[in-house]
């Protein structure tokens, strides 16, 4: 079965400190993963997806297939950064359905 | 930049009613979803659409629901007969194709069965 866990609801950090939002996924196959965020009062946005590799808004995410994870860092928290995260997996060539963990609410304090 | 539409964004029904939810995916897009979240618990996967027809649905997607794509347009889930469980945010979301990486969301509507 594929499952998205996230163990953490909440992380709470001072500003400026390093943050590691974890990951974990159950997949036999090739997953897609991806980090969406979600603002307050705002939609689902994506952060991030595995293949591009990128660094959006000082969020990088590996995909270390050997301990199915794929976790959120950010190296210096911003108080911007406060937010709902979900972690997100899907399986490539599918119908395109994300399966979600339970989500991580950031909360980033001055 | 062009966005996924849901109305209404709030809806309140009461038990046993029909509801109707409203989305409006970006106009180039050609795969449509709902999801919905229980209040405090994870954006579960209810069903996904494409070519006028279901391509998946999930355990939750029972008799009582129902979708449609009814002017090329607007994408709609409607639920037949509401249950106080039925109470939730409902997502909708578009893609442009399988392979295309992003799903766009839009806002939600948050249902409340009464």
């Known amino acids: 079965a594929q499952r998205v866990t996230q163990p953490e609801k909440l992380l709470s950090v001072f500003k400026g400190a390093p943050v590691e939002l974890k990951c974990n996924y159950s997949?036999?196959?090739?997953?897609?993963l991806f980090w969406y965020v979600q603002y307050s009062r705002q939609r689902l946005q994506l952060l991030l997806r595995?293949?591009s590799r990128e660094s959006i808004k000082g969020f990088t995410a590996d995909l270390n297939k050997g301990e199915t994870s794929f976790h959120l860092k950010k190296p210096f928290a911003q108080e911007e950064d406060s937010a709902m995260y979900y972690c997100?997996?899907?399986?490539?060539?599918?119908?395109?359905?994300?399966?979600f963990g339970q989500g991580t609410t950031l909360q980033v304090k001055p | 930049e062009p966005e996924v539409t849901q109305t209404p964004s709030h809806q309140v029904t009461q038990m046993g009613q029909e509801v109707i939810l409203r989305c409006v995916p970006i106009?180039?897009?050609?795969?449509f979803y709902w999801y919905r979240q229980i209040l405090g618990q994870k954006v579960e996967f209810l069903v996904s659409?494409?070519?006028?027809?279901?391509?998946?649905k999930s355990e939750i997607f029972d008799d009582q629901f129902s979708v449609e794509r009814p002017d090329g347009s607007n994408f709609t889930l409607k639920i037949r007969s509401t249950k106080l469980e039925d109470s939730a945010m409902y997502f909708c979301?578009?893609?442009?194709?399988?392979?295309?990486?992003?799903?766009?969301f839009g806002q939600g509507t948050r249902l409340t069965v009464v």
């Open positions: 979301a578009s893609i442009n194709r399988v392979g295309d990486t992003e799903a766009f």
């Open positions: 106009s180039n897009h050609l795969y």
């Open positions: 659409f494409y070519n006028n027809e279901i391509s998946e």
């Open positions: 997949y036999s196959g090739s997953p897609e």
């Open positions: 595995h293949i």
């Open positions: 997100a997996l899907r399986r490539i060539g599918n119908t395109g359905k994300l399966i």
